[in-house]
């Protein structure tokens, strides 16, 4: 191949990859921050918390629409988790941030499995995903598992029944037999 061939395809890849670059790394310093709160999270299985997110537009003119996602996944492998099991909304459309303003969104998030979950918040443009999403710091959920022997007060009904019964049959018996 010449020089001249392979000075041409180089500034041509060059200026590409700054077309394809450029519009993404300013919209992902569009100056969009987000917040989390708690960062760690200890609740039973079955219970519900509550996890907050409060996006800051720290740039000086305002935002498109925005679009928030509250993501899930399990820090053990082997773990199935579904998302939509967790939250029910986990897709917020916040719509546009003035300049400086603020806005703060709170996900009910159910605790289905045992183990150490992690959640973390995106958030996009609306106009399409042409910009790296604005993350916020990951939540650790620890979920442990409740062992009840007495679960809701059913331990006198699951032996108190079974007994009566007993005692229901043996006194019937014994009125047949005097008989």
Not at 73 to 78: E, T, V
Not at 140 to 167: F, M, Y
Request: a positive charge; hydrophobic letters at 45%; glycine letters at 10%.
């Amino acid at each position: 191949m010449s020089f001249r061939r392979v000075l041409v395809s180089s500034v041509v890849l060059a200026c590409a990859a700054l077309a394809w670059s450029g519009p993404a790394a300013a919209a992902s310093a569009s100056g969009v921050s987000v917040t989390v709160a708690p960062l760690r999270i200890g609740t039973e299985l079955g219970r519900n918390v509550l996890v907050h997110a409060t996006f800051r537009n720290n740039a000086p003119s305002a935002t498109g629409s925005l679009i928030a996602h509250l993501n899930v996944l399990s820090l053990r492998s082997g773990v199935e988790v579904d998302p939509e099991d967790w939250s029910t909304h986990r897709t917020r459309y916040l719509g546009a941030l003035p300049a400086g303003g603020s806005r703060t969104i709170t996900w009910k998030v159910h605790a289905i499995n045992t183990g150490k979950i992690a959640l973390y918040v995106a958030v996009i443009p609306q106009a399409g995903p042409t910009a790296r999403p604005a993350t916020g710091r990951t939540v650790q959920l620890d979920v442990a598992g409740r062992r009840t022997l007495n679960s809701g007060g059913i331990l006198p009904l699951a032996l108190g029944i079974p007994a009566l019964l007993g005692l229901m049959t043996g006194g019937i018996q014994a009125a047949r037999r005097r008989r």
